[in-house]
Each structure stands twice: as C-alpha cells, then as structure tokens.
Nanobody, 124 residues
Framework: QVQLVESGGGLVQAGGSLRLSCAVS????????MGWFRQAPGKEREFVAA????????YYADSVKGRFTISRDNAKNTMYLQMNSLKFEDTAVYYC?????????????????WGQGTQVTVSS
C-alpha cells in the first residue's frame, strides 16, 4: 500500500517562500504522475499543480502560475512544491496525491492515494 507524507508547511509572512515535500513509500512513485491540492477553511479542496511521471510536463492552477514550482526527484521518491511570493489567500492545508487515472489532472478522482496534509499559513 502506497503511503504519502507531506512536510514543510508552516507560518510565513506574505511575500515569503516555503518548500513543501511529499515522500512516497516503496516503488509507488516512478511511473506515476503526481499532484498537489489544497483546502482552505470553509472551501472545497482545489487543484494546485501536477506533473507527469517523468517530470517533463507540468500543470498549474492560474492562481499559482508563476509563483509555485512543482518538481520531483525519482531517485528519492520525493515530490516538491516550491512556493514563492506567498499571499494570504494561499493559506490552506496542502495535500499531495498520486495521479493514477486518466488525463484530467485537475480532478481529484484522477488520484488514488493521498497524504495527510500539511498546514501553510500566510500572514498578511
């Protein structure tokens, strides 16, 4: 059974940066696309970024494009989300997930395994 563990969340001032990590257990990483989602208080979970298994193709939500960068290190079974120029509205619990089904990277149903989430709080 695949396990995903996020880390790197915390409290940061607006304009600051954080890097989230997602460690994936076993041989359940390479060969799969991966994605990041987030859920703010009182809101539905939303897509943030995704990438193909080889890391060549990346996708971003319009709200984070140009500020966030998704990457992966297949040798370390780890995915990253570098978040720069953070805004108050980026405050949320961030989840990583394994993209297993279809081509609809923005749809949660395309992902079969999820981490427990890491809190990111941006102070204004």
């Amino acid at each position: 059974q695949v396990q995903l563990v996020e880390s790197g969340g915390g409290l940061v001032q607006a304009g600051g940066s954080l890097r989230l990590s997602c460690a994936v257990s076993g041989r359940s990483f390479s060969g799969y696309g991966m994605g990041w989602f987030r859920q703010a208080p009182g809101k539905e979970r939303e897509f943030v970024a995704a990438m193909s298994w080889g890391g060549v193709v990346t996708y971003y939500a319009d709200s984070v494009k140009g500020r966030f960068t998704i990457s992966r290190d297949n040798a370390k079974n780890t995915m990253y989300l570098q978040m720069n120029s953070l805004k108050f509205e980026d405050t949320a619990v961030y989840y990583c997930a394994r993209w297993k089904y279809g081509n609809t990277y923005q749809d949660e149903k395309s992902y079969d395994s999820w981490g427990q989430g890491t809190q990111v709080t941006v102070s204004s």
